[in-house]
């Protein structure tokens, strides 16, 4: 069990990010507002300051897609 403090130290957190990039969260809420299907592939690329970028990707499982459906829930 998530303690109840954790919680809404969670959701300030999460409001920040939201305030912070908004482009982002449009994006996710987009992306995800439908399922994502099993074997999709999810790719990130991460470019820190004076570095190539990295990337790497993943295939979308079926517990991928309940844990989003699970998050989803959690943010009703």
């Known amino acids: ?12 957190i999460m409001k920040k ?5 908004p482009k982002v969260v449009a994006f996710m809420q987009h992306t995800f507002s439908n399922s994502i299907p099993v074997g999709s592939v999810i790719e990130l690329t991460i470019t ?14 079926e517990d991928d897609v309940e ?3 699970t998050l989803k829930k959690m943010h009703k």
């Open 1 to 12: 069990m998530i303690n109840p403090a954790e919680m809404m130290k969670i959701a300030g």
């Open 17 to 21: 990010f939201q305030s912070n990039h």
């Open 48 to 61: 820190k300051p004076g570095q190539d970028p990295v990337t790497t990707n993943f295939k979308v499982l």
């Open 67 to 69: 844990m989003v459906e």
